[in-house]
T-cell receptor
Framework: DAKTTQPTSMDCAEGRAANLPCNHS???????VYWYRQIHSQGPQYIIH???NNETNEMASLIITEDRKSSTLILPHATLRDTAVYYC???????????FGTGTRLTVIP | DAGVTQSPTHLIKTRGQQVTLRCSPK?????VSWYQQALGQGPQFIFQ???????QRGNFPDRFSGHQFPNYSSELNVNALLLGDSALYLC???????????FGSGTQLSVL
């Protein structure tokens, strides 16, 4: 699986959009981009995934660049409960495991 | 609908001992994966079970073994515990063919 690069930490004001970047320049054609988050003392939680089109669900939006070498997770209106470590993961179809890096620690500030 | 449940939530063992951790998958799921998460690190894949067999294994020694039962629940066994085995052990379940994993809250293992 392709490796990803994420900033170590970010802050976001409550109510504002949180934009979390991820670089995956070695991604191959059949690999998806997944985002999970882990709130303190809990297991990781699935957020969203995509292949090449932008995706949106009730939690977030995923914007993937046309060359697929980077993506951005957008939390449109961050709340204090969104404070967590966010992991960007690239995973091939049928792969049995997720490779978690160290993620981005997002702190939402009141 | 219960999610993924793990037991126990916390465990303290001494070096050289053996430990068994348990996981019940989310209702309807048939695949269980185990991850180890050291403090300050992301989770690392240990192995995955489907149809009571180990499908894939990460870079962990044979001291780590597992089992899946006919009801899809799973156990993780670690023998000859080392101090470095102290970590949060996470279980994740999924439905085969569906890439989305659901994680439990984990078992915090401390080896003294």
């Amino acid at each position: 699986d392709a490796k990803t690069t994420q900033p170590t930490s970010m802050d976001c004001a409550e109510g504002r959009a949180a934009n979390l970047p991820c670089n995956h320049s070695t991604i191959s054609g059949n690999e998806y981009v997944y985002w999970y988050r882990q709130i303190h003392s809990q297991g990781p939680q699935y957020i969203i995934h995509g292949l090449k089109n932008n995706e949106t669900n009730e939690m977030a939006s995923l914007i993937i660049t046309e060359d697929r070498k980077s993506s951005t997770l957008i939390l449109p209106h961050a709340t204090l409960r969104d404070t967590a470590v966010y992991y960007c993961i690239v995973r091939g179809t049928g792969a049995n495991n997720l490779f978690f890096g160290t993620g981005t620690r997002l702190t939402v500030i009141p | 609908d219960a999610g993924v449940t793990q037991s126990p939530t916390h465990l303290i063992k001494t070096r050289g001992q053996q430990v068994t951790l348990r996981c019940s998958p989310k209702s309807g799921h048939d695949t269980v994966s185990w991850y180890q998460q050291a403090l300050g690190q992301g989770p690392q894949f240990i192995f995955q079970y489907y149809e009571e067999e180990e499908r894939q294994r990460g870079n962990f020694p044979d001291r780590f073994s597992g089992h899946q039962f006919p009801n899809y629940s799973s156990e993780l066994n670690v023998n000859a515990l080392l101090l470095g085995d102290s970590a949060l052990y996470l279980c994740a379940s999924s439905l085969i063919g569906n890439e989305k994993l659901f994680f439990g809250s984990g078992t915090q293992l401390s080896v003294l």
